[in-house]
């Protein structure tokens, strides 16, 4: 599934993998919201074993926040392994906060 997210949103990156969560940051500001929830939808339907739910957003300054939070814990704890257990997935993925001028 990542795979087909990955190759249907390129350029895009997973930017977290938290409780069931995986997001997304689509770098491409040329898809239109339209297309984007179809997208979703078909997705939602091929994996749906896989995907409970999904949203679509703009990047917020809280979620800016957050990232930088991220990458302090992250570096302050190097080395930390999860283990990985299949469960239900929620896909949001993010539309870049920057837009084109």
């Not at 940051?25 to 091929?46: C, G, I, Q």
């Not at 704890?77 to 999860?82: A, D, R, V, Y």
């Amino acid at each position: 599934m990542r795979n087909a997210i990955a190759e249907k949103f390129a350029p895009c990156m997973l930017k977290d993998n938290h409780q069931n969560v995986l997001q997304y940051r689509l770098l491409s500001t040329a898809l239109e919201w339209d297309e984007l929830f179809k997208t979703m939808e078909d997705f939602k339907m091929t994996y749906e074993d896989m995907i409970e739910d999904y949203s679509l957003n703009e990047t917020s300054l809280e979620e800016v926040f957050l990232s930088f939070a991220r990458k302090q814990k992250e570096y302050r704890m190097p080395g930390k392994k999860k283990k990985k257990k299949k469960r239900k997935l929620l896909i949001m993925p993010m539309i870049p906060f920057f837009e084109k001028w």
